[in-house]
């Protein structure tokens, strides 16, 4: 390498990282206006009952309706809202609107639905968290039981006593915790004992090969059996073939999402796979 070739690369270098940075600076700058300019949408995958095939429940999640990028995934810019702190307001009008979402199935008839929302580490730091949770399903004459708050283990890994504590307030008011991409990172046994978790979502990384290997299968075969001992319903996320169904169905594995079922849709596309 020339001195000269040097010197051209790490222009070029800075060049892109001022790139990125201002990329990054005006995505910030949009999502603090987004929530007011009404951007946010919230889709629906729907959980399937392994037992009956038939849809027990429904996630919520957030898309961007950016005005000129068109459409921004979540991974694209919940880390910078949580940079900002905007997940705190963006996180409220997610769990409202999926309160008043599930108030409207609920009144269309159906019943026994259950809508489930992620939740960011920042939301928990809150203080009156617990209060507003509440009073929104008071708002919308809600039981508890019929939301169910994903958290990941980045949360746990923070772990004191005050989140703790709202995890047991939240649960008091009816409210059910799951543990979203077990499998993924650490996934502590000990999480397990401490929180008291309904559900624990199996991540996609090994649902995806567990028709094809032994290892994936023997650990989503344990996770379940042991979810049956402690009281746990067991989600396997991200199904996308039926021989990935077939290995779920034989292991007993309570509920079941993915594309082999549906994509996250529109709430008119969603109602539409139930009639
Ligand atoms: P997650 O909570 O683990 O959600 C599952 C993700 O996997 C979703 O991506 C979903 O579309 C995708 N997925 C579902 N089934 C399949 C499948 O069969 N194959 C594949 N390849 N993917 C599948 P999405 O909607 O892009 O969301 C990504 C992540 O963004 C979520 O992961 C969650 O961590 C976060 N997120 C989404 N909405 C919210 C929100 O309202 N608040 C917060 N704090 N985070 C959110
Ligand atoms: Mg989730
Ligand atoms: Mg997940
Ligand atoms: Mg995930």
């Not at 603090?32 to 629906?44: C, H, S």
């Not at 939301?147 to 703790?164: C, G, K, R």
């Not at 047991?168 to 996934?187: N, P, R, V």
């Not at 849709?265 to 109602?271: C, D, L, T």
Request: aromatic share 10%; charged share 30%.
């Amino acid at each position: 390498l020339t001195k000269e070739q040097g010197k051209n690369d790490f222009q070029i270098f800075t060049q892109e990282m001022m790139e990125k940075a201002n990329e990054t600076f005006s995505l910030q700058r949009d999502l603090n206006r987004a929530l007011v300019n009404n951007e946010f949408e919230l889709y629906y995958q729907p959980k399937i009952s392994a037992k009956d095939g038939q849809i027990c429940g429904a996630e919520a999640l957030i898309r961007w309706n950016h005005p000129n990028l068109g459409m921004i995934p979540p991974n694209d810019f919940i880390h910078l809202a949580e940079e900002s702190g905007m997940i705190v307001p963006i996180g409220d009008w997610v769990y409202q609107e999926a309160c008043r979402q599930l108030r409207r199935w609920k009144e269309a008839g159906k019943e026994q639905i259950k809508i489930s929302v992620n939740f960011s580490t920042l939301q928990f730091l809150q203080k009156d968290l617990v209060k507003r949770v509440a009073s929104f399903l008071e708002e919308n004459d809600i039981e508890g039981k019929w939301i169910e708050i994903e958290i990941t283990e980045s949360i746990l890994v923070h772990s004191d006593q005050e989140l703790l504590n709202k995890v047991i307030e939240l649960k008091k008011i009816g409210i059910q915790i799951a543990l979203d991409d077990f499998g993924k990172g650490y996934s502590s046994l000990d999480y397990l004992r401490k929180y008291g978790f309904n559900t624990i979502k199996l991540d996609r990384s090994f649902i995806s090969d567990i028709d094809t290997n032994e290892e994936s299968a023997a650990i989503a075969s344990f996770m379940i059996a042991l979810g049956k001992k402690l009281n746990i319903n067991i989600v396997a996320e991200g199904v996308e073939r039926k021989e990935q169904l077939a290995v779920l169905k034989k292991l007993e594995c309570d509920e079941l999402q993915g594309y082999l079922f549906s994509k996250p849709v529109r709430i008119a596309e969603f109602e539409k796979l139930w009639m």
